[in-house]
């Protein structure tokens, strides 16, 4: 994934790799394989970086000429606040509750599906 580091770091939310992997529910060590490319994830977990990323799927594997999508907005003190207390939460929670959090802050987050 050609430019996954460069989108987590210039990010404007400050991410960490164990944020991310926390986030697609994976070990931090196998994101970390997906931004050094030695392990490429499916392509469910490409659309949900993209979407997590606010990037094209095509700008996020590096494809030349793709764009970047629209900028992520600047995150005002209130979201700052939350993500360090949610950060903070989880990092000191047990194993077994951080996950249970991360579910539940995934639902909250995720784009809701809709059906006609």
């Known amino acids: 994934m050609n430019n996954l580091r460069t989108v987590r770091t210039t990010d404007p939310r400050k991410l960490t790799q164990k944020d991310v992997a926390l986030f697609l529910g ?3 060590s196998t994101y970390n394989k997906y931004e050094t490319g030695d392990s490429e994830p499916n392509f469910e977990t490409i659309c949900r ?4 990323f606010d990037v ?3 700008y996020l594997m590096g494809r030349p000429g793709a764009k970047k ?3 992520h907005q600047e995150a005002g003190a209130e ?3 939350a993500w360090d207390e949610i950060r903070s939460l989880l990092e000191s929670a047990p194993p077994d509750k951080a996950e249970d959090a991360v579910r539940v802050v ?8 809709h059906t006609k």
Do not use: G, N
Not at 49 to 52: A, G, I, T, Y
């Open 49 to 52: 970086l993209s979407d997590f």
């Open 69 to 71: 999508a629209p900028a």
């Open 106 to 113: 995934r639902a909250l987050l995720s784009p809701q599906e």
């Open 56 to 58: 094209s799927v095509e």
């Open 79 to 81: 979201t700052e606040t």
């Open 26 to 28: 994976v070990d931090r």
